[in-house]
């Protein structure tokens, strides 16, 4: 998965120095919708033909929304301890 | 707008792979995989290029840097304890399904890359779920939570589809907080993701 990573880096680094090109940004910003779309309707045909998943599609679902909510509880009690003690006392950052 | 389009990819590719259409016949061994290449390029390109996320890391001070760093160590916590209650996922996967933050394009494929499209279903569901979640909730957070609260829940969603709404109840100074939390999420997720999994 590193080579995942170099690639984003690079991306970061040219998309940095083409900033102020914005044509060329304006159609990688298109190109990534895409293959955003492109690899989202791959992953749907995969699990549509995978049987294991389709019949345990309830299943996998209550899993994911356990996992949200338990996510979502730990960041925002979290968050609530850091607003109480660190962010409410001068609202002006 | 964006999340329906991608749901309906999503739903469309579920449909066509359940009647049987699938893509064996190109006999590469994961056609997706070179896609995912792509994307990671663009998405690159896309966070190098917004002036946003520049002039945001510039402004940071010490406290604004602790809400990225809060909404990892509760999400990992969480989900890390939630696991204990789930069957078939372990620690490990639970913690790298939660470490989408909300980005459910990209984690889900990565992880059902690096392991298999269960997860990636699961990663899917459950990154999508967090931001409706915080789209629809997000006055009530602020209610009984604080104006972080929303920042939290919203991960690395607070920097674009659920910052329209944080903005409105927690105000203006919370934006920029929001858009900088969202921004180092955003870039964190595939490390993180990686790095978890180092530990298998």
Not at chain 1, 21 to 30: E, F, G, H, N, V
Not at chain 2, 115 to 135: K, Q
Not at chain 2, 144 to 150: E, N, R, S
């Amino acid at each position: 998965m590193i080579e995942i990573l170099i690639i984003m880096f690079s991306g970061i680094i040219l998309g940095y120095i083409f900033r102020r090109r914005r044509s060329i940004i304006t159609i990688a910003d298109k190109l990534a919708g895409w293959s955003i779309y492109l690899l989202l309707f791959l992953l749907g045909l995969s699990i549509g033909n995978n049987e294991m998943i389709i019949n345990n599609f309830a299943q996998i679902g209550f899993n994911s929304i356990l996992l949200t909510i338990s996510g979502i509880t730990g960041s925002v009690l979290l968050s609530f301890i850091a607003y109480k003690f660190f962010f409410k006392k001068d609202e002006t950052l | 707008m964006g999340s329906l389009i991608i749901v309906l990819f999503f739903s469309v590719g579920l449909i066509a792979g359940i009647y049987g259409i699938s893509l064996n016949f190109l006999q590469i061994n994961d056609p997706s995989i070179y896609a995912l290449y792509l994307l990671m390029f663009l998405v690159g390109i896309g966070i190098g290029a917004d002036s946003n996320v520049w002039g945001t890391l510039k402004k940071m001070n010490l406290k604004i840097l602790v809400v990225p760093f809060i909404v990892i160590a509760g999400t990992l916590s969480g989900t890390y304890i939630c696991s204990f209650f789930l069957e078939d996922v372990g620690a490990l996967d639970s913690m790298a399904i939660g470490s989408g933050f909300g980005y459910y394009s990209l984690s889900s494929i990565i992880i059902s890359k690096m392991r298999n499209d269960t997860l990636g279903v699961m990663a899917l569901l459950a990154n999508i779920s967090r931001e409706i979640f915080t789209l629809l909730a997000t006055p009530l957070l602020v209610r009984y939570f604080g104006k972080l609260a929303p920042i939290a829940s919203g991960g690395a969603t607070s920097m674009d589809t659920t910052l329209p709404v944080i903005a409105k109840y927690s105000g203006k100074d919370y934006a920029v907080i929001s858009v900088f939390s969202g921004v180092v999420l955003t870039i964190l997720v595939p490390f993180i993701i990686a790095l978890i999994y180092r530990f298998i």
